[in-house]
């Protein structure tokens, strides 16, 4: 007799995952940094030696706080090693800049990354970038303003796996070369909410596997701004809401040099090529043609997305308020937003960042005034009363709430607030059972139902403009679900700056 094997989804265990920060998303969302090692407090802006930001990120297995705020002016590229979370909320006044040569990310797996500026300037090293990663698996940069790289500003190209890079300004590479930079790895890039502004190519140049979602691409130059592939190694892509700007600078269309080997989703990005001053760009239809000549796909790619998928209007609206290094907006982060927001009027590509019209001065960020912290653990005494630590005990790498991250950590996301997510992924295994009768042949298979709950808080800072936004849950951790698999409310986001909402 024929045997028949029925396969039941059968709920067989659940772990809970912790992201690398309330908020962190995407493919190196899992990161760890320096959970579980030691804590080096930053004391001073000396390019090197005890107390330095170069000395803490040189060591594995470390979380680095700041007890100083300003700029540190480097001569030599910073190397960052494995396990490293870098906390730049955390730095008293404006917070903390780099200026002067870039960073090496080569190998340093597990990085966390947040609120930090790297500017590196035509006094680095010609033909480097201003952020690299050669090699390495999941990292995520958060909230990271980096500008005026030499040869690439952020490139990623090589085995890198899992990255992550979101709120982040990527800007104004410098002349002759001006590049936002390569985005090449078939080991993942997610790229959610970043604004790429004032270069002439590589806005960027993606190879491999890539999702970018609710980005904003402004003033992009004769190079391209999106180029999609243009090469024989194979790619599979997400391109979804995101907002593409021309400028003074660009002349040619937001995506190009596509090929049959650049397999791309594309959902409802705008495109605003008049450079009239009014934004008043329209959704980019999905034909190849308007995509540089990729392959369009049907189906999105099952990658890690964001809890929170805006409009490409309102991502830019959102783009506009938080990218960067927002906690304190300096100069360059606020001209460059400033050139945005005159909607194709303003923009220049540049090969002198200390020269008009950016004329960069690395002493005008404020360096604030040092708090009271008299365990020396990096937490201030008043925040440690408040959260019921000691302020007499060094326990800041402790975990006195249970939650998984730090003392120093909970403070840390305690000062930058945004979207909150928790993700409960419950994993299920098949079990194969053999019917004691065969079913009829035209009977569907009926299968075991399994629940996947994902509860998310959605804070934003300020209701999106305009009258209502659906939004999409992430289902199971993973993939994409529209609104009508949402249940609890069916929610719009008129008047609410927080909402929950549950996808089944
Ligand atoms: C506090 O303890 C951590 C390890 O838990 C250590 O890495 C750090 O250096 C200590 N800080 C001080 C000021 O001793
Ligand atoms: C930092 O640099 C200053 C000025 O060069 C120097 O006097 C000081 O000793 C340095 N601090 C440390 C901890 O090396
Ligand atoms: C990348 O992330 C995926 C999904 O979490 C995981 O299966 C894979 O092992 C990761 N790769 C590396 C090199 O960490
Ligand atoms: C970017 O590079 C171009 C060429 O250097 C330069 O003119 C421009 O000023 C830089 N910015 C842009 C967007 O190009």
Request: charged letters at 15%; a negative charge; hydrophobic letters at 35%.
């Amino acid at each position: 007799m024929k045997r028949f094997v029925i396969a039941l989804a059968a709920l067989t265990g659940s772990a809970s995952a912790i992201p690398a920060f309330p908020g962190a998303e995407g493919m190196g969302a899992q990161a760890t940094g320096g959970r579980g090692g030691t804590h080096y407090l930053v004391t001073n802006l000396n390019d090197s030696g005890a107390g330095s930001l170069r000395d803490a990120v040189s060591g594995s297995n470390r979380i680095v706080s700041f007890a100083v705020g300003g700029t540190i002016n480097i001569d030599s590229r910073i190397v960052v090693a494995s396990h490293v979370t870098i906390l730049g909320q955390t730095a008293p006044g404006d917070g903390i800049a780099t200026y002067g040569n870039g960073w090496s990310f080569s190998n340093a797996n597990h990085a966390i990354v947040r609120y930090i500026r790297i500017r590196m300037g035509k006094g680095g090293d010609s033909g480097k970038d201003a952020i690299t990663i050669a090699d390495g698996d999941t990292m995520i940069f958060d909230h990271v303003s980096v500008t005026w790289g030499r040869d690439e500003t952020f490139s990623i190209n090589g085995a890198v796996n899992n990255v992550t890079i979101q709120n982040s300004i990527v800007g104004q590479g410098l002349e002759t070369h001006s590049c936002g930079g390569l985005i090449q790895t078939d080991g993942g890039v997610s790229m959610f909410r970043n604004l790429y502004i004032d270069n002439k190519t590589r806005n960027p140049k993606v190879k491999g596997i890539n999702e970018f979602t609710n980005n904003v691409v402004y003033n992009w130059g004769g190079g391209g701004g999106y180029i999609a592939g243009d090469s024989d190694g194979l790619s599979y892509a997400n391109i979804v809401n995101n907002y593409f700007i021309s400028g003074p600078s660009t002349s040619v269309t937001a995506f190009t040099r596509g090929n049959a080997n650049f397999f791309g989703y594309v959902h409802d990005n705008y495109y605003d090529p008049n450079q009239n001053g009014v934004l008043d760009g329209t959704i980019l239809g999905p034909s190849s043609s308007n995509y540089g000549g990729m392959v369009i796909v049907a189906n999105r790619f099952d990658y890690p997305t964001v809890a929170n998928l805006m409009t490409a209007p309102n991502a830019l609206t959102y783009v506009l308020a938080n990218v960067g290094c927002s906690k304190v907006r300096d100069a360059t982060d606020k001209f460059l937003v400033a050139r945005v927001q005159t909607w194709g009027k303003s923009g220049e590509l540049i090969s002198d960042e200390t020269a008009s019209p950016v004329s960069y001065n690395p002493s005008a960020l404020n360096g604030g005034t040092k708090w009271v912290d008299t365990d020396g653990d990096g937490i201030p005494d008043s925040a440690e009363l408040a959260m019921g630590t000691d302020p007499n005990v060094n326990d800041s790498m402790q975990d006195k709430n249970g939650n998984g991250y730090t003392n120093l950590e909970d403070w840390a996301n305690s000062l930058v607030g945004g979207t909150s997510v928790v993700t409960t992924t419950t994993t299920t295994t098949l079990k194969t059972t053999t019917a004691s009768t065969p079913p009829p042949s035209t009977t569907t298979i009926t299968t075991t139902k399994t629940t996947t709950t994902t509860t998310t808080k959605v804070t934003t800072t300020a209701a999106p403009t305009g009258a209502s936004q659906t939004l999409y849950g992430q289902c199971g951790g993973i993939g994409y679900t529209g609104a009508s698999n949402c249940v609890s409310p069916a929610t719009t986001c008129s008047s609410l700056n927080a909402y929950y909402f549950q996808c089944l």
